[in-house]
Structures are given as C-alpha cells and as structure tokens.
C-alpha cells in the first residue's frame, strides 16, 4: 500500500517489557518523525531522522530508542515500558516538496496501553 | 516557552456560520512555516492548510483560510460556511529548521476542539 503506515494499530503490554513500534513509509522521503499525543498536551516529538542512519532526539525522548537503516522504516522502541508511556504515537515522513513546505504526512497511529 | 499556543480548549459555532482558531506562535527564526491540522474522532491527523512566512498572501484551500499576522505572531484559522463533518480537534503547528541535521521539526499547540451545532 502506497503512503505511510504503522503496525500494530492497537497494543497493551506489561509494565517492564520491551515493545516496538513499526513505521513504514513508501514515498522515500527523507525525513521521518515519532509523536506521542496526550490529552492537554498536542503532539510531541520523540525522536526525528534527516536520512538513513541519521536520528536524534526531540522534545521528550527518554525512555524511547529508534534506529533508521534503511529510509523507509523507522522503528521506536520502548525498551522497559513504563504506564507514562500508555499513549497514542504517530509517525510522520517528509519531504520539500514544491513549495518547500516540508509538509509531515501523518501515519494513522498506535494506542498503546502499558498495564 | 511555549512556541504555539493555542488558547481555545473549545469552541462552539452554527452550521453554515464562520468560525475563527486562534493561534499565536514564537520563533526568532526569520524563515519558518505554519500549518493547521484537523484531527476528527477517527484519530487521524489531516493537513488543511500550510502559511509560509515569506508568503506575502494569506494562505487559502477551499473554506478554510489562515489570517497570517506577521508582526502579531498569529496564525489564526478561519473556516467558512461551517458544516457538521467540521466538528474535530483543530491543531496549530509551526516548523522550524533544525540546524544540526537540516530536519524541519514540527512544534504543536495543545489543539482546539471544535463543535458545530445543526
């Protein structure tokens, strides 16, 4: 399927545990970004990447890890779930576009509940 | 600081009435770029309409226009001729370049959530 999309839509884990969150983009855009949306909060960045290979942190990244080897992917990790992470998490890719807006495409996001 | 803010939680508005979203930003980026999103109940987040900060012209797609006040810091969203599917959470969002990496970051503000009665 052409566009941007994350798997698995709907997840509930244990505090503790590992889960990874997948990201998929398939216009070869350059950049790609994770967001948590919480209530009374908007969207916040986690982490962003300019390129494969290329990452770094936004505005609340602890707790989260991400790797980008190949441009169209761009996974997050949680590597020891906390209940502050229960969220919704969108991923987003851009690119310059014509006029250089460098509008983000937004992925229809992940509920994540951490019990 | 914060750098969009929205101050609206909520707003109610007539069907077929105009309504206005507020949005005042800050940056002392010379070059940066404002964007509205709409996010109904289904979750997804929508592109509306996108305001450059060297454009001359308020920008326009459709019923929706941005109100770009430069000298103000405010971006305000005007939707025409309301309609019930408009009813949604509206979010205000500025990019900046991120100098280290090139990457242009979206900051948001906390949304307006939007009501239109029959």
């Known amino acids: 399927d052409a566009g941007i999309t994350q798997s698995p839509r709907y997840k509930i884990t244990e505090t503790g545990r590992q889960v990874t969150l997948m990201c998929h983009q398939t216009?070869?855009?350059?950049?790609m970004f994770w967001y948590r949306q919480d209530l009374g909060h908007g969207l916040r960045l986690i982490y962003y990447?300019?390129?494969?290979?290329?990452?770094d942190k936004g505005e609340v990244p602890d707790g989260y890890v991400v790797s980008r080897s190949k441009t169209e992917n761009f996974p997050l990790t949680l590597e020891s779930a906390t209940r502050s992470q229960t969220s919704v998490y969108f991923c987003?890719?851009?690119?310059?576009?014509?006029?250089?807006?460098?509008?983000?495409?937004f992925g229809p996001g992940t509920r994540l509940t951490v019990t | 600081a914060q750098k969009i803010t929205q101050t609206q939680p909520g707003m109610f508005v007539q069907e077929k009435e105009a309504v206005t979203l507020d949005c005042t930003y800050d940056?002392?980026?010379?070059?940066?770029?404002l964007f509205w999103y709409k996010q109904p109940s289904s979750g997804e987040m929508i592109f509306l309409i996108y305001?450059?900060?060297?454009?001359?012209q308020n920008a326009t797609e459709g019923r929706y226009s941005l109100n770009f006040q430069k000298a103000r810091k405010s971006a305000n969203l005007v939707i025409s001729a309301s309609q019930l599917g408009d009813s949604a959470m509206y979010f205000c969002?500025?990019?900046?370049?991120?100098?280290?990496?090139?990457?242009?970051?979206?900051?948001f503000g906390t949304g307006t959530r939007l009501t239109v009665i029959p």
């Open positions: 987003a890719s851009s690119t310059r576009g014509q006029d250089y807006s460098y509008e983000q495409y």
């Open positions: 940056t002392s980026d010379p070059s940066y770029g």
């Open positions: 990447s300019a390129a494969a290979d290329i990452t």
């Open positions: 216009w070869s855009h350059s950049y």
């Open positions: 969002a500025m990019r900046e370049e991120t100098i280290q990496t090139g990457a242009n970051n979206l900051f």
């Open positions: 305001q450059g900060s060297y454009d001359q």
